[in-house]
Nanobody, 120 residues
Framework: QVQLVESGGGLVQPGGSLRLSCAAS????????MNWYRQAPGKERELVAG????????DYVDSVLGRFTISRDNARNTVYLQMNSLGPEDTAVYFC?????????????WGQGTQVTVST
């Protein structure tokens, strides 16, 4: 049974930091690209950051460049999102996603999400 369990969300003041974690099980973690998405109220889900299966390559949406860092520990089947200099615009539910495309098609798994609220 595939599971992606996010943790680390919460309420933080502007300028603060949070570290999200996503623990994966039930699939071959180190063959999947891992992504963090977020969805703010009334907005579409947005890809925030991604990391390839080995951890050697990362990508970020422009709005988080220099503030967020995605990383993974394949020995622990866990992906992280370090978020610094948070602002109210970062308030959203953050989702962990695992994706792999190969000759047989695309496998796509999602976590349940963790709320991040940036407010005074």
């Amino acid at each position: 049974q595939v599971q992606l369990v996010e943790s680390g969300g919460g309420l933080v003041q502007p300028g603060g930091s949070l570290r999200l974690s996503c623990a994966a099980s039930g699939f071959t973690f180190d063959t999947y690209r891992m992504n963090w998405y977020r969805q703010a109220p009334g907005k579409e889900r947005e890809l925030v950051a991604g990391i390839n299966s080995s951890g050697s390559s990362t990508d970020y949406v422009d709005s988080v460049l220099g503030r967020f860092t995605i990383s993974r520990d394949n020995a622990r089947n866990t992906v992280y999102l370090q978020m610094n200099s948070l602002g109210p615009e970062d308030t959203a539910v953050y989702f962990c996603n695992a994706r792999r495309s190969d000759w047989s098609g695309t496998s796509d798994y999602w976590g349940q999400g963790t709320q991040v609220t940036v407010s005074t």
